[in-house]
T-cell receptor, first 120, second 111 residues
């Protein structure tokens, strides 16, 4: 298994440009999470999907941020327009999550290598 | 509200000595607890988890963690530290389908 795949690994762009980050979760996982990591704020959950449906986007900082999951094997996080304060490492993670009532043991998340975004 | 606290930003230990990285949690319902490690320029890697059963959980790379319900703690331990254990460690609690991560503790193991 290749694990969670993210692209690009590094992105340098200028303020005002559109940025699209991509993620391919582990096959068979039903949940996908987008995180942002900075020195100042640590690891922040931006949004997560369950069965391709956005469940909680309360961590998305502004309307400039949007995320989609058109199918079980692909997700994008888009920033338009980008700003210097968006510079961070963005991680995608996937997991197989079952609700408590199912009786299945909770599973851990598997993280991708991250995309380091620099907005000049 | 669900939360995880890692009271130490940094832990320094000499190689060969035991190490402990502290974590306390606050969660409604059953606590599902996890430890992750992050090496420089890498994503987080799963180390171990506590779901139920024995309070002492064993994980990857010789790490273990002790769940203490009365103290709401889940400290990460290793009997003998290696220089290669130097990394950033995150404690996390899962509540329903969301994971709540601590702020991270940087572990420095000196030769």
């Amino acid at each position: 298994d290749a694990g969670v795949i993210q692209s690009p690994r590094h992105e340098v762009t200028e303020m005002g440009q559109e940025v699209t980050l991509r993620c391919k979760p582990i096959s068979g996982h039903n949940s996908l999470f987008w995180y942002r990591q900075t020195m100042m704020r640590g690891l922040e959950l931006l949004i997560y999907f369950n069965n391709n449906v956005p469940i909680d986007d309360s961590g998305m900082p502004e309307d400039r941020f949007s995320a989609k999951m058109p199918n079980a094997s692909f997700s994008t996080l888009k920033i338009q327009p980008s700003e210097p304060r968006d510079s961070a490492v963005y991680f995608c993670a996937s997991s197989f999550l079952a609700f408590e009532a199912s009786g299945r043991a909770p599973n851990e998340q598997f993280f991708g290598p991250g995309t380091r975004l620099t907005v000049l | 509200a669900q939360s995880v606290a890692q009271p130490e930003d940094q832990v320094n230990v000499a190689e060969g000595n035991p190490l402990t990285v502290k974590c306390t949690y606050s969660v409604s319902g059953n606590p599902y607890l996890f430890w992750y490690v992050q090496y420089p320029n890498r994503g987080l890697q799963f180390l171990l988890k506590y779901i139920t059963g024995d309070n002492l959980v064993k994980g990857s790379y010789g790490f273990e963690a002790e769940f203490n319900k009365s103290q709401t703690s889940f400290h990460l331990k290793k009997p003998s530290a290696l220089v290669s254990d130097s990394a950033l460690y995150f404690c996390a609690v899962r509540n329903f389908n969301k994971f709540y991560f601590g702020s991270g503790t940087k572990l420095n193991v000196k030769p």
